[in-house]
């Protein structure tokens, strides 16, 4: 139920917003040089002559059918969009998080090991930098750096024009579909367009991941049995190793679940900077264009992969750490 209230009220909140948009979608498909009877017929088609609650209720009717509508941008069902752009961003996001969390938990158990010292101040410096710098600046410097200077890594796009025409995509996930194709270069053409937008994505992971890391295990080293242990002469790594990561490993799973959630909404601008075709994309096009059917079928779909990330996260962090259990 709780999830159900939760994604109406998200879908309601996206629908009020795009009624406030000044973007006229009619005005968007007739053309510029329209004529106010075109443009007022293409409203009526649309339904956008309707008051927004008898909109917002057609649409819940629709969607209680599985149907998300069609797209105004490209003419084909939503919900078929959805399902070709999801495995793309999915692909890009779990890479991202795979990197993101290995450097992020390894950072912050490095700065929790000796709280104070030079390793933590270059962990925290560094974590403070990937809060602070803008994905969509990273993303064009490394573009520039690394694409059209160096030519070390792969430019916009999941593959060259060379491939992209020959190669089938059936899951839509490229690395796979590469490597099945057996096409000569085809993998490692895939690879290298996704290098820097994993590093990017995956640099904002680790920021969050990192500070948020240190952050549980500084506060359960300050925990009276911790305290004890090393009054004791327990060394503070095999402390930290045997006790205290133990103890917060539900914490840190749950730290992790709800960066790659966050990787699955944030993409957006990652994926307009690399002209990447996933769910971040497709949305950024939907709102230029007004595209209300798209803006809902996406916005459902990113909070529906959020709740269920989260709810995953939940079952794992109860099955690692039972006490967890009371507070989800």
Known sequence: MTLLVTLLGLLLFTFLLTTLSPVDPALRIAGDRASE???AQVRSDLGLDQPWPVRFGSYLHQLSQGDLGVSNTSSKP??????????????????SIVLGASLGLSLGLLAAWQPGGWIDTLVRLFSLIGYSVPVFWLGLLMLLLFYATLQWAGGPGRLDDAFIYTIELPSGWMLWDTWRSGEEGALSNAFSHLVLPVLVLGFYAMAGICRLTRSALLGEMGKEYVITALAKGAGRGRVLFRHVLPNVAGTLVVVVALAYAGLLEGSILTETVFAWPGIGRYLTTALFAGDVPAILGSTLLIGLCFVVVNGIA?????MIDPRTRELL
């Open 78 to 95: 939503v919900l078929e969009d959805l399902k070709r752009a999801l495995p793309a961003t999915l692909e890009l996001a779990t890479l």
């Open 314 to 318: 939940d079952v794992l962090a109860g």
């Open 37 to 39: 009877a075109t443009l």
